[in-house]
């Protein structure tokens, strides 16, 4: 069954950064989209950023834009998400993705657990 592991998140201080990393296994994910999203307490999940499955193709939420980076390593089935110029307001937990494509939460058809990122002002 696949599988998709976080880590890399912990408490950081505004206008650090983290670098969150996602370990896919059970299966090749060579030929999937990844993506980031992150729900925020009291809040819905939100997209932050996709990659499709080819790296022609990245997108990003405006919030992030020009601060988050999606790259993925295939020869080791693991994508990441740089996080630069951290803001108290990207405090949430940090959710990866595959399978899908879109904005939308219900377009994609694996999870992981989550990663905390906790953003200090």
């Known amino acids: 069954q696949a599988q998709l592991v976080e880590s890399g998140g912990g408490l950081v201080q505004a206008g650090g950064s983290l670098r969150l990393s996602c370990a896919a296994s059970?299966?090749?994910?060579?030929?999937?989209?990844m993506g980031w999203f992150r729900q925020a307490p009291g809040k819905e999940r939100e997209f932050v950023a996709a990659?499709?499955?080819?790296?022609?193709?990245?997108v990003y939420a405006n919030s992030v834009r020009g601060r988050f980076t999606i790259s993925r390593d295939i020869t080791k089935n693991t994508v990441y998400l740089q996080m630069n110029s951290l803001k108290p307001e990207d405090t949430a937990v940090y959710y990866c993705?595959?399978?899908?494509?879109?904005?939308?939460?219900?377009?994609?058809?694996?999870w992981g657990q989550g990663t905390q990122v906790t953003v200090s002002s």
């Open positions: 993705a595959a399978g899908g494509w879109g904005t939308s939460p219900g377009g994609w058809d694996y």
């Open positions: 059970g299966r090749p994910f060579s030929d999937y989209n």
């Open positions: 990659r499709n499955w080819s790296g022609r193709n990245t």
